[in-house]
């Protein structure tokens, strides 16, 4: 956390976070277009933003893109802000972004974490039913991991497993997985609280996909969550980011799931206020 305050107590260094927060997944020559520093100075700003773990970055054929990771981020959050309290800063939020900023053409979430696991058991976690029963909230994940197969949920093992039109793109064991994200059903329009015509909304958003990335790093694992594709404005990135009041998203999820790999034990389920 000091390495994560130390780069933010930078101007430059937080103009940069500031772009990527607009646009995520810029390359190098893009974040130092119309700045007043030199392109090594913007590389060596990058440099310590990576360290501390506010960007990550990916390869796209011969560019490195970088994206702000929210999860140094997150924990500061979570040290510093109540679960509940943390929805009514959000809402401010929100409407602070609403009012001031330019509206996102098409978002990308990427969120990086350090497991002390191996790719291995990583693996298993992300794909093995009895696993993902432990940290999806009792849901269960089911396929057979081949590309092109459809990736079932199971809400309860009494109940037959649902095909959410969700399809394996990529599978490469203990490296990389990639699948199309399911939209949404009507049981979130109850969970959220939408009326109909806020759900009809939702449902005509453009199906995203997720992918995870899987490097080996010293006696951990680094995994990089890519959800990107996104209808522009979409609630949907939202939801999967931990945005909307009632949903912990990819964050909270994948803390549980580092939770369950490195004690044996997910992360418990919230109690409601009150």
Do not use: C
């Not at 130092?32 to 990576?50: I, N, P, W, Y």
């Not at 996102?104 to 969120?111: E, G, H, I």
């Amino acid at each position: 956390m000091d390495e994560v305050f130390r780069a933010l107590a930078d101007a430059s260094r937080r103009r940069l976070l500031d772009r990527l927060n607009v646009r995520n997944g810029q390359s190098l020559r893009e974040l130092s277009a119309g700045l007043d520093m030199t392109r090594q100075s913007v590389s060596k700003h990058l440099a310590v933003l990576e360290a501390a773990g506010l960007v990550t970055t990916t390869r796209r054929g011969r560019e490195k893109l970088h994206h702000l990771n929210a999860a140094p981020i997150n924990a500061v959050a979570d040290r510093w802000i109540g679960r509940y309290d943390r929805a009514r800063a959000q809402a401010l939020a929100d409407l602070q972004t609403a009012l001031e900023g330019p509206p996102m053409a098409s978002p990308t979430f990427v969120y990086t974490t350090y497991i002390r696991t191996t790719p291995e058991r990583l693996w298993t976690a992300l794909t093995a039913p009895e696993f993902t029963r432990r940290y999806w909230g009792g849901v269960t994940l089911v396929s057979d991991w081949r590309p092109g197969s459809p990736l079932l949920w199971q809400d309860s093992p009494d109940r037959e497993p649902k095909d959410l039109g969700q399809r394996v793109l990529e599978a490469e064991p203990h490296r990389r997985l990639a699948y199309t994200w399911h939209g949404f059903q009507p049981e979130h329009a109850a969970h959220f609280g939408w009326s109909d015509e806020e759900l009809a909304v939702r449902l005509g958003e453009r199906r995203s996909k997720v992918t995870f990335d899987l490097t080996p790093h010293g006696e951990t694992v680094r995994l990089t969550v890519i959800h990107d594709d996104f209808s522009p404005d979409s609630e949907m990135h939202r939801a999967i980011s931990g945005q909307l009041d009632g949903s912990g998203g990819w964050p909270e999820l994948l803390a549980s799931l580092k939770s369950l790999l490195e004690t044996g034990e997910p992360l418990p389920e919230p109690v409601p206020a009150g």
